[in-house]
């Protein structure tokens, strides 16, 4: 079966540094999402990208958080200003249109970013 | 702010046994998933329910949507070990493609 793919697998960074974590979503789904986990909490939505724009953003999402797709295979969610609160697993998301209520969501295997 | 509260948290019980998790809201949804996450992976979809009082099956598992659209039940019979795992429900309020709200998570250990 198809899968969403995400890397690094583990990102440690200082705080204050940026990071970029990259996903190839599914190749022909057009719905792109972000999730994190913070360790011990609930999966908690950042934000879904479609058409080349951002559809929907959390609060979590603030100015520090950019999302894109560079070349059409890629989607990737850039931390400007890491701060240690932003330690969590992130997990990339893809589905398919047309699906309405009944869409599934295809996560990757995540991304956990540790911010020393 | 939409809300799903899952209980138990924890849940430890033999193989064979049945169990019942709970997925509550005081919100109304279009449509519930259930998703299973393992360790170092992330959730994998189970069903999707839309109706409200709709029952689904996959094999031991069957999910409930509640008659209101506010809740959920994931019953397991005969439990295995393979079903040993983090249970999340998530919920829409809308259309697709539209946010997911994660419910709190059931970990869920079956012992040979």
């Known amino acids: 079966e198809p899968e969403v793919t995400q890397t690094p697998s583990h990102q440690v960074t200082q705080m204050g540094q940026e990071v970029i974590l990259r996903c190839v979503p599914i190749s022909n789904h057009l719905y792109f999402y972000w999730y994190r986990q913070i360790l011990g909490q609930k999966v908690e939505f950042l934000v879904s990208f479609y058409n080349n724009e951002i559809s929907e953003k959390s609060e979590i999402f603030d100015d520090q958080f950019s999302v894109e797709r560079p070349d059409g295979s890629n989607f990737t969610l850039k931390i400007r200003s890491t701060k240690l609160e932003d330690s969590a697993m992130y997990f990339c998301?893809?589905?398919?249109?047309?699906?309405?209520?009944?869409?599934?969501?295809?996560f990757g295997s995540g991304t956990q970013l540790s911010v020393l | 702010t939409q809300l799903l509260e899952q209980s138990p948290q924890f849940l430890s019980i033999q193989e064979g046994e049945n169990l019942t998790v709970y997925c509550n809201s005081s919100?109304?949804?279009?449509?519930l998933q259930w998703y299973r996450q393992e360790p170092g992976e992330g959730p994998v979809l189970l069903v999707t329910?839309?109706?409200?009082?709709e029952v689904k099956k996959l094999k031991r598992l069957t999910f409930q949507f509640g008659d209101a659209r506010k809740d959920s039940s994931l019953h397991i019979t005969a439990a295995q070990t393979g079903d040993t795992g983090l249970y999340l429900c998530a919920g829409r309020s809308n259309f697709g493609n539209e946010k997911l709200t994660f419910g709190t998570g059931t970990r869920l250990t079956i012992i040979p």
């Open positions: 998301a893809s589905s398919e249109p047309g699906r309405g209520l009944y869409e599934k969501l295809f």
């Open positions: 329910v839309v109706t409200g009082g």
């Open positions: 919100s109304v949804f279009s449509s």
